[in-house]
Nanobody
Framework: QLHLVESGGGLVQPGGSLRLSCTASGWPPSSPHFDYFAFGWFRQAPGKEREQVARISSYGIPTDYSDSVRGRFTIARDSAVNAVSLQMNNLEPDDTGVYFC?????????????????????WGQGTRVTVSS
């Protein structure tokens, strides 16, 4: 069973940067490799619904971002270490929340991406990001 572990959250001042990482392990027989999975990064702020901020296909492209983070955040994947990262620059207080990594099986190295939380079947436990002075 696929298992996702996020790391890299913390407290940062406005304008600062953080890099989140999501490490995957435990491949199911039907999808026995990292390159069978598309990934998304979501965040949930207190009192708000979970929203997707970035997504990436199992092939590595395309990627897409929410309007609120486009130009500041970058999603990437590294098959050598079975990890997906989210580089977050020029952070703002509104970026505060718990960030979750999610994965969904696709065909091998597919260009398909998933925009909605309900489309993902595996989630990590989340990592907290606080942007405050």
């Amino acid at each position: 069973q696929l298992h996702l572990v996020e790391s890299g959250g913390g407290l940062v001042q406005p304008g600062g940067s953080l890099r989140l990482s999501c490490t995957a392990s435990g491949w199911p027989p039907s999808s026995p490799h990292f390159d069978y999975f598309a990934f998304g990064w979501f965040r949930q702020a207190p009192g708000k619904e979970r929203e997707q901020v970035a997504r990436i296909s199992s092939y590595g492209i395309p990627t897409d971002y929410s309007d609120s983070v486009r130009g500041r955040f970058t999603i990437a994947r590294d098959s050598a270490v079975n990890a997906v990262s989210l580089q977050m620059n020029n952070l703002e207080p509104d970026d505060t929340g718990v960030y979750f990594c999610a994965a969904e099986p696709t065909s091998f190295r597919s260009t398909r991406t998933y925009a909605h939380a309900e489309e993902y079947t595996t989630w990590g436990q989340g990592t907290r990001v606080t942007v405050s002075s």
